[in-house]
């Protein structure tokens, strides 16, 4: 069992910067693949970012690519997301996710087995 709790959201102007920061109880943080995802009003669950277990393969949506980074910290069992250039279509509820696995990194929310209860990035342009 994996809990995760996000942080880190808020409200930034277009060009800013955050750093969500995801949490995991359990010991099992370091043979988990994480995910980062975003829901807009009124649109599906979308992928944004993905890490391998020890950090090494990182995956991001085209719409981030190049703005956001995905990292992990597992002594401290926390995944980052630093958020750069922000946009107003950036605008979302972010929520982190894991699956217990160290063969594969997750891209579909539906291959994820633990989520966090997210946290809002508003960006006014």
């Known amino acids: 069992q994996v809990q995760l709790v996000e942080s880190g959201g808020g409200l930034v102007q277009a060009g800013g910067s955050l750093r969500l920061s995801c949490a995991a109880s359990?010991?099992?943080?370091?043979?988990?693949?994480m995910g980062w995802f975003r829901q807009a009003p009124g649109t599906e669950r979308e992928f944004v970012a993905a890490?391998?277990?020890?950090?090494?393969?990182?995956y991001y949506a085209d719409s981030v690519k190049g703005r956001f980074t995905i990292s992990r910290d597992n002594p401290e069992n926390t995944v980052y997301l630093q958020m750069n250039s922000l946009k107003p279509e950036d605008t979302a509820v972010y929520y982190c996710?894991?699956?217990?696995?160290?063969?594969?990194?997750?891209?579909?929310?539906?291959?994820?087995?633990?989520w966090g209860q997210g946290t809002q990035v508003t960006v006014s342009s």
């Open positions: 996710a894991a699956r217990l696995t160290v063969v594969v990194v997750p891209l579909r929310s539906d291959e994820y087995d633990y």
């Open positions: 359990g010991r099992t943080f370091s043979r988990c693949a």
């Open positions: 890490i391998n277990w020890s950090g090494g393969i990182t």
